[in-house]
């Protein structure tokens, strides 16, 4: 027990070192009160079109089927909240996109992270996960202590709000565990539900994915249909409308991470630039940003779709 407490320590000491805000450790086991929950989900068509999420369903739900042996999970979040914001005149883009893109910069980390542990501890099994794989993420975090789910699912930490990334470490090594965050202190505030102007955050926890302003101007590869013409509220990529009206978002404090700063002139285009893109300012503007998976052709169309 004493070797699982260093190493631990070891972590999280490390994981700060690297510019993570927080770590916390959950057993890797099976996740038996997400199962039911990832059922209905699916069998409601809360995921619209992404298929993906279909696949790889046991997986999900346990991670000693994606690192064999696997003992932990290391859950870590990742500040991306900017200090500047987008003009005012403009379509909007999500803050987490501002910068480069946040899978490479942060895998980037937790494979550092992995050969640290290797080094001082001796050989691991291990995988590193940001957002692109089958990882119950939040669930995972919220094992680990890291903070709660909001009504808008989205992790919440009392004195961070939510402008974090997630990540993982599953690797085959006994640790000392965290305790899960047991309490929602989301109360009775609803102002994610209320300003969500596609009205895609549900009760109990729960978001239907195939509503979400995200979803429409990220996953969608066919056109966005024309019920949600007068509800997008300027936004082509992505949307923070659920995070920028949570009260405890008032304690995001900016990031230091030079990768996530804005490229370019982007926080300055207006509306008309936008609309005046080019190729060539596209792929100079969002080279290695997450922007880039929208493709200039889907940006494009959904700027179009904004100013019809």
């Known amino acids: 027990m004493k070797k699982a407490i260093a190493y631990s320590q070891l972590i999280k000491k490390e994981a700060k070192r690297l510019g993570f805000m927080s770590c916390g450790i959950a057993k ?7 199962a039911p929950r990832l059922e209905a989900w699916l069998k ?8 993906y999420m279909e696949n790889h369903f046991d997986k999900r739900l346990d991670p000693r089927l994606l690192v064999e042996g696997a003992k932990s999970v290391i859950s870590l979040s990742f500040n991306y909240f900017p200090e500047e914001h987008q003009n ?8 987490y996109a501002y910068g480069e893109d946040y899978h490479h910069v942060i895998k980037h980390k937790l494979f550092e992270l992995l050969e640290i542990l290797r080094n001082e501890i001796g050989e691991i099994n291990g995988r590193c996960f940001v957002d692109s794989a089958p990882v119950l993420e939040r669930a995972w975090a919220e094992k680990a202590g890291l903070g709660w789910n909001g009504k808008h699912t989205l992790l919440i930490q009392k004195q961070q709000g939510s402008f974090f990334f997630l990540a993982e470490l599953i690797i085959d090594l006994e640790l000392a565990y965290d305790y899960p965050f047991a309490t929602d202190h989301c109360g009775k505030c609803t102002r994610c539900i209320d300003a969500c102007p596609t009205e895609a955050i549900l009760p109990n926890n729960q978001i239907d994915g195939s509503k979400c302003i995200s979803y429409l101007t990220i996953e969608l590869r066919d056109n966005i249909p024309n019920q949600f013409k007068e509800k997008m509220e300027g936004w082509m990529f992505g949307c923070d409308i659920c995070q920028d009206v949570c009260p405890w978002n008032r304690f995001s404090k900016p990031h230091n991470e030079p990768m996530f700063a804005p490229k370019e002139n982007m926080l300055d285009f207006k509306k008309k630039d936008w609309e005046e893109l080019t190729h060539e300012t596209f792929s100079k503007v969002f080279k290695k940003s997450a922007v880039k998976r929208a493709k200039f052709k889907g940006l494009t169309e959904n700027i179009n779709f904004l100013k019809e």
């Open 44 to 51: 409601n068509g809360f995921h619209g079109e992404m298929r």
């Open 28 to 34: 890797a086991d099976f996740l038996e009160d997400e």
């Open 88 to 95: 005012k005149d403009a379509y909007k883009i999500a803050k």
